[in-house]
Antibody
Framework: QVQLQESGPGLVKPSETLSLTCAVSGYSISSGYYWGWIRQPPGKGLEWIGSIYHSGSTYYNPSLKSRVTISVDTSKNQFSLKLSSVTAADTAVYYC?????????WGQGTLVTVSS | EIVLTQSPATLSLSPGERATLSCRASQSVSSYLAWYQQKPGQAPRLLIYDASNRATGIPARFSGSGSGTDFTLTISSLEPEDFAVYYCQQRSNWPPTFGPGTKVDIK
């Protein structure tokens, strides 16, 4: 069974960088597929942030591209998200997911609040 | 980017009734459309991919149809656990985009 688990700080200060990691179990990232990040502001809909292919190629949402970096560490079977210069608008539940496509396995999500 | 619109925003039905949810794309997405279910406090769950294929473990009461710009998710007979928010998502073009969701609540 494929499982994903997000981890990282739940509180980030404005203008700083949000950093999250997604640990994958039950499937080797290096075997294939994309691996993505999706976020959901409280009470709102879903927004794709970006995805990384198992080979390392990255794809970002144009609306966030200037602030997003996604990387993969196949030795640890995990991938990571960095979002720079955060504001209150970046407060959301952040999900990682296997991006076949579509998004077939999801982590439980982690709430990140941007506040001083 | 491709914009997805969903209707209605809210659907109020009783258990046992049939639910019909609509998703419309701003341009053709062929059959590259998926449906997800999300319950409060939970991650979305994939129900349907490529317009009409049920994901692993999804009950037969869920079915999807459509192609091009107009798609439908049908729940043939609502079970208590089906009351949730449903999102459509296209993978025809980058970036992948989601619709705003339809909430199915208990009448």
């Amino acid at each position: 069974q494929v499982q994903l688990q997000e981890s990282g700080p739940g509180l980030v200060k404005p203008s700083e960088t949000l950093s999250l990691t997604c640990a994958v179990s039950g499937y080797s990232i290096s075997s294939g597929y994309y691996w993505g990040w999706i976020r959901q502001p409280p009470g709102k809909g879903l927004e794709w942030i970006g995805s990384i292919y198992h080979s390392g190629s990255t794809y970002y949402n144009p609306s966030l591209k200037s602030r997003v970096t996604i990387s993969v560490d196949t030795s640890k079977n995990q991938f990571s998200l960095k979002l720079s210069s955060v504001t209150a608008a970046d407060t959301a539940v952040y999900y990682c997911a296997r991006h076949v496509p579509p998004f077939d396995y999801w982590g439980q999500g982690t709430l990140v609040t941007v506040s001083s | 980017e491709i914009v997805l619109t969903q209707s209605p925003a809210t659907l109020s039905l009783s258990p046992g009734e049939r639910a019909t949810l609509s998703c419309r794309a701003s341009q053709s997405v062929s059959s590259y459309l998926a449906w997800y279910q999300q319950k409060p406090g939970q991650a979305p769950r994939l129900l349907i991919y490529d317009a009409s294929n049920r994901a692993t473990g999804i009950p037969a009461r869920f079915s999807g149809s459509g192609s091009g710009t107009d798609f439908t998710l049908t729940i043939s007979s609502l079970e208590p656990e089906d009351f949730a928010v449903y999102y459509c998502q296209q993978r025809s073009n980058w970036p992948p985009t989601f619709g705003p969701g339809t909430k199915v609540d208990i009448k």
